[in-house]
Structures are given as C-alpha cells and as structure tokens.
C-alpha cells in the first residue's frame, strides 16, 4: 500500500513521505498526516523474535513507502547503535505493578534521541530521493530536550545546519548545559527573553513566512523541522510501543491481543500521538492515559471538550512538559473531525484568534479511548519518593507525572488492565528535583548539578551517564540570546544572508 500525506489544513497537497519529511510542516501552516494507517502486517509471534531494529522496519516501511527498504534499513542500522547505551535500545522494566519503557538510553539521555537519532538520515536520504541541492536549515523550538538531541543528531551532517532556539530561563541547569557546549560547525543555540510556546510560536511563523522562504533559496537554504510536528519524527516513535507491546507477550506478562494501558507524561502531544497511531494500526490498546503537569491544558481539554490555552503559565520540574499548545493535537483533531481539514481549520483559526476552541459532540465521543489527569509538583515529588521506597527505582520528573496519574487512574478506575509507562527522561538530567523528592535535604544542596550527580549514582545504583559526563568540563559555545520578535534576524545573520 502507498500512504501518501496531505495537510490537516488542506487536502489538496498530496505529497510523499520523503517530501512530507523534507518539508516538516505544510505551507498552509497545518501538520501533514498520513492518509491512511496501515494495518502491522507480522502478528505478535514474529514481533516477539525481533530486535528493535528489525520492529523498527516493519513498523516504518508501513508508513515510509517511497522509502526502498534498503534506503529505511540503512538510516535504522545508522541510528540505534552504539550511541544507545544498551543493545535492547528501549528496555522495560518492571516497578510497582507498572512496566516502565525506558526510552532514554541515547545519545542525550531523553526520549527523543529515540526519533531524532533517525531523523537526520532520513532528512539526508529525502533530500537526495528528492534531488534536493540546497542546504537544509533545521529550526527547531525546544523546551529543553528536543534541542540537544536535534544538536546531536544534525552535528556535522553534511547539506544541513541546525538552529535551536529555547527559554532563557524555563530549561534546567544540565538541558542547558548540554546545548550551549554543543560542538559541530553546522550547529547554532540561541536563548530567547520568552517561553516555549512563544519559541515554538515564532519558529512556526519564520516557516510560513513567504518572503523569508524566498530570501532563504537565492541564498541556497531551505527550511526544515526536527520538531515533533515533522512525520519523520512521529513515525520512529510509533516503534517502541509495537516493541514494548511484543516484549511483555514474550515474557508471558500478557496474553496474545491482550489490551494494554499506555500512560504517557505528554507536552507537544507526540509522544502520545504516535502510542494512538499505534493503535489505529492494530496494537490492542485499553486506554491511553495522557498525563499532564500543572500546565493541564490537555487534562481540561479531555475533560470538558474545550481547548484553551488563556491560563497562567507555569514553570514546573518537569519543564518539558511545560506547554500550553500542543501542537500534535492538531493531528488527532483531524482525525476525530472525520479528516476535514475544513473543520480544523476553523478550529484551529479559533485557537490563533481567541485562544480557545470548543469540539463538538460527535467528536468528543471518539476520544473515549484517551483518559487525562495531572500531577502536582508535591503530587510528582511524591511519585518518585514512593516509588523509590517501594522498589528502589528511581524515576525522573516527567516520568513522575506519568506514574502519579497512573496511580490516581488505577484508584479511580481498579482497572488492572497491564500498564506501560513511557518513561521519557533519565533522572540524571534533572538531578536536583529527583534528589530532593527522594530526600528533601537535597532542596537546598549548595553542589552543583554535577555534584548532584554523583550523590544520585549512589543513591540510585546506577552508574552517572557517559552524557552527563561528557558535559562536565565542557567548554561553553553558544552564548546568544534575543528578544522574541528577534528570530528571524538572529536566523539570517547565521546564515549570513
Ligand atoms: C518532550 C518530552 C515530553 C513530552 O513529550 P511530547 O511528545 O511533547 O508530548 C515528556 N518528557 C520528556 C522528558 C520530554 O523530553
């Protein structure tokens, strides 16, 4: 089967995989989906005797099909390798009744070195399926982790140069660190007097820009996304709920079609979205926990059908789920539209212009699947304290938030129904918030982050990341920072345009 991708503002532009990756969003503004979700075409036997490698090809080639399969099998093999700290790439372990999918064994100790240790061989690969000669600009918007993990997957490849633009002051001491000592010529990191979404914001609008476009090619550059808005993104974290899935019906944990849970600290909406495009394509799925922080937007949206993102912001510990727009909702409100993109696009004109929107009835009801709650700082720091006295297994704050409303659903519910939980950051990467859950001496610990380090290896048992280390005594590079309405100008100075 072709899948071809249209934008969810237009159904007009039909465009390749390889196209949809190359241009990572629509001109029209909107997020290109799939046009059809094929079934997974090896049943649960074949998929329990495979690596993750080969699950990762039977899932993409589903999705990727103007990739040959020596082309997607090539960018596989060049992606989960030895920068993955373990063979098994994403392992699942078991704590306190759940599975934890341990997603955070690459390069920049988050999960999305899970899809952007792909992306860039895709993008490369797409370029010159699409005889593409100028040089891909990667923008990307970070609230803390994208940033790193695009930086290192873009360092010094060849045709591309990456700008990643985040908050000032809403990322955490160590995200910080490992983006501004990033090393590579074709790399560039800029602070900006703002939050997220307005980073994210400002990103989206130098993409549509016309006239900004037209600058970039006399120069020889064309934009790109490493965002999670980019299909390139979406497709390799569709992988790891198949994998995980396979694993627990290996060890016997579920029978054969047995409906699982899949709890998912959520931001941007990705890594979720890719756990329900999952499902579509035949993972047997009981309920898709979306779990927010204080920011629980998503939390108020499944709960009362109305999107509005006219609240406080606020700065949590786990910042990168700190996020009023998700922009990946985008692609599940197309799909519960029917696929209209007439309808989502005036929903989505609503979000721009009042900062909310209501969805109908008929639309709500096709979201039964989804259930939401939110955590609480106290609520998340507890999370980790438990969970470390019951099992010994410590968690980082974003993963907190997950398995703080997996404890409030199974309360709620008694469902037993067997449980992953995307668990999406190391601790290490925010030491001191983890720390000083497990013990609160820890609050006002005068070592630094690194020192912090140490302390948690102890505590933990687990050896400090060779990431963690590697940033230690490294050299700051990226020293700029910028006002919000500044982008653009920061964007052509770099590249000399
Ligand atoms: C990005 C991120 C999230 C949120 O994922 P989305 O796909 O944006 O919903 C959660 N936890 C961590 C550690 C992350 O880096």
Redesign the pocket.
């Known amino acids: 089967m072709n899948v071809t991708y249209v934008s969810t503002r237009n159904a007009e532009e039909e465009v390749t995989a390889s196209q949809a990756i190359l241009k990572g969003l629509s001109s029209d503004g909107g997020l290109f989906v799939p046009t059809a979700l094929p079934k997974l075409d090896k049943d649960w036997d074949e998929f329990a005797a495979m690596d993750y490698q080969q699950t990762a090809y039977e899932v993409m080639k589903l999705l990727l099909t103007d990739f040959t399969e020596e082309e997607l099998k090539g960018c596989i093999k060049s992606a989960y390798d030895e920068k993955f700290d373990t063979p098994e790439i994403a392992p699942l372990k078991e704590a306190d009744g759940a599975y934890f999918l341990e997603l955070?064994h690459g390069a920049t100790i988050?999960?999305?070195d899970m899809a952007l240790s792909i992306l860039p061989h895709l993008m490369i690969t797409a370029a010159r399926k699409n005889k593409i000669e100028n040089d891909i600009v990667i923008l990307t918007a970070t609230?803390?982790?994208?940033g790193k993990?695009a930086l290192a997957g873009f360092a010094d490849v060849k045709g591309t140069k990456i700008i990643v633009f985040y908050p000032k002051n809403g990322v955490s001491v160590i995200q910080e660190k490992q983006m501004v000592t990033q090393k590579g010529e074709n790399t560039f990191v800029v602070g900006i007097h703002g939050n997220f979404d307005q980073a994210q914001t400002g990103v989206k609008r130098m993409f549509s820009d016309p006239q900004l476009g037209e600058e970039l090619a006399e120069a020889g550059f064309q934009f790109s996304s490493a965002n999670?808005i980019n299909i390139g993104r979406l497709v390799p974290?569709i992988v790891y709920y198949v994998y995980a899935y396979a694993k627990l019906y290996k060890k016997g944990a579920i029978g054969k079609g047995e409906k699982v849970n899949i709890d998912?600290?959520?931001?941007?909406?990705?890594?979720?979205?890719?756990a329900y495009y999952a499902m579509n394509m035949g993972l047997p799925v009981n309920r898709l926990i979306c779990a927010s922080n204080e920011n629980k937007v998503l939390y108020d949206f499944f709960s009362t059908g109305t999107y509005d993102k006219n609240r406080e912001f606020f700065l949590t510990t786990?910042p990168?789920?700190d996020?009023l727009v998700?922009s990946?909702l985008e692609r599940l409100i197309y799909r519960i539209a029917g696929n209209d993109p007439k309808k989502n696009t005036a929903l989505m004109k609503q979000l721009q212009e009042e900062g909310k929107y209501e969805i109908t009835p008929e639309m709500r009801e096709k979201l039964s699947v989804f259930y939401g709650n939110y955590c609480t700082q106290e609520e998340t720091a507890q999370a980790i304290h438990s969970l470390y006295e019951k099992a010994g297994y410590v968690i980082?704050?974003?993963?907190a938030?997950a398995k703080g409303v997996y404890d409030k659903y199974h309360k709620e519910t008694g469902d037993t129904a067997k449980t992953i939980i995307?668990s999406?950051?190391s601790p290490f990467?925010f030491t001191r918030a983890v720390l000083s859950a497990i013990d609160p001496k820890y609050a006002d610990a005068k070592e630094d982050d690194f020192a912090l380090a140490d302390i948690l290896s102890g505590i933990s048992g687990v050896k400090v990341p060779a990431a963690i280390e590697t940033i230690r005594n490294a050299p700051v590079r990226h020293d700029t920072q910028c006002e919000v309405g500044e982008m653009p100008q920061v964007v052509k100075k770099f590249l000399g345009i």
Do not use: E, R
């Open positions: 955070f988050a999960f999305k609230s803390g982790d994208t993990a999670s974290q998912v600290p959520t931001g941007n909406f990705g890594n979720i979205l890719a786990s990168s789920m996020i998700s990946n980082d704050t974003h993963t938030v995307a999406t950051a990467k």
